[in-house]
């Protein structure tokens, strides 16, 4: 099943902005080798902003907030990192489905 992953990142007082991106370089590494492996379909970094978007491929719902947990961003920051998931439906099973409604 698809999701699309909405990252947004905020950091406290107490941590620097170098701290920051060593968090995130760790991040950033986990994910690169997830999408190597095909579970990430693919991720973007918004400019301007601590935010990444991701699709990811998982056959659970159960599988994907155990993932979530796992993140080095969540495991190191995770009181400040929200995620907003959305399920998605494959565009062509949609295009099917109506076709199919047509036909009754």
């Not at 999701?3 to 947004?8: A, I, P, Q, R």
């Not at 492996?37 to 719902?61: E, F, M, S, Y």
Request: proline fraction near 5%; charge should be negative; charged fraction near 30%.
């Amino acid at each position: 099943m698809l999701y699309h992953l909405d990252f947004h990142v905020e950091y406290p007082d107490n941590v620097s902005q170098k701290e920051l991106f060593a968090i995130w370089a760790e991040e950033a590494d986990a994910a690169l080798k997830a999408k190597e492996a095909g579970v990430v379909v693919d991720l973007w970094k918004c400019v301007g902003t601590r935010r990444v978007i991701a699709i990811v491929n998982v056959p659970t719902p159960d599988l994907l907030d155990q993932i979530l947990l796992d993140l080095p961003i969540i495991q190191k920051n995770g009181q400040r990192v929200q995620v907003e998931v959305t399920p998605l439906r494959r565009y062509e099973d949609f295009a099917a489905d109506l076709k199919a409604r047509l036909d009754r």
